[in-house]
């Protein structure tokens, strides 16, 4: 009987350390010295070479259209994230940039935009939810300029998948931070 309470006690206590354990688990870490930021990304993802095209990619193996990136763009000297605009302006002006980059099939709509503070750092954290002829599917960004240069980090899935790793792109997107 004592053995019985003991296994009892020992199921209790494990199923209560579950619910200590971090809203980081399944992320690994990324950080790119030279550039200067870093990120969480899933575990088990893996990096892509991609030539002319963004600075890092990190594609799930199982589910290959599933990936996060981080694309540098240039910015006039001096030039601050406010100073291309509030959040929803300036998602609204990559949504018609990433549809101006692509086929006349593509449909991105901005879902959502805001600000957030980070120490003295501003970042826009954008939601698209774009319509391809592949399908729909979702994406978070975290935009900020430092340096210079307008770096985007970009989450994307099917809009079939959100509701399971959504919750993970958006832990993703939110650690992204620039040095």
């Known amino acids: 009987m ?12 494990a199923l209560s350390l579950q619910g200590c354990v971090s809203a980081t688990v399944g992320l690994q870490s990324y950080a790119d010295n030279y550039d200067g930021y870093s990120f969480l990304y899933p575990t088990g ?6 030539s002319d095209g963004p600075d890092v990619v990190f594609r799930d193996i199982i ?3 599933e990936n996060v990136s981080v694309v540098m763009s240039p910015v ?23 549809n101006a980059l692509t086929d ?4 991105v709509q901005l879902v959502n935009a805001e600000a957030v503070e ?28 430092r340096r210079g240069q307008l770096f ?3 989450a994307s899935t099917p809009e079939d998948r959100w509701s399971k790793i959504g919750e993970v792109l958006r832990q993703s997107v939110e650690s992204f931070s620039v040095y």
Do not use: C, M, Q
């Open 104 to 107: 006349s099939n593509r449909d």
């Open 76 to 98: 006039s000297a001096g030039k601050t994230l406010e100073d291309l605009g509030s959040p929803t302006e300036v998602g609204y002006k990559l949504s018609k940039s990433i």
């Open 152 to 154: 985007t980090f970009n």
């Open 45 to 50: 993802w893996v990096p892509v070479t991609v």
């Open 63 to 65: 589910n290959a259209t």
């Open 118 to 145: 980070s120490g003295e750092l501003t970042y826009y954290i954008l939601e698209y939810v774009a319509n391809l002829p592949a399908g729909i599917r979702h994406n978070l960004a975290s935009v900020i300029v």
């Open 2 to 13: 004592l053995k019985r309470i003991a296994a009892l006690l020992l199921v209790i206590i």
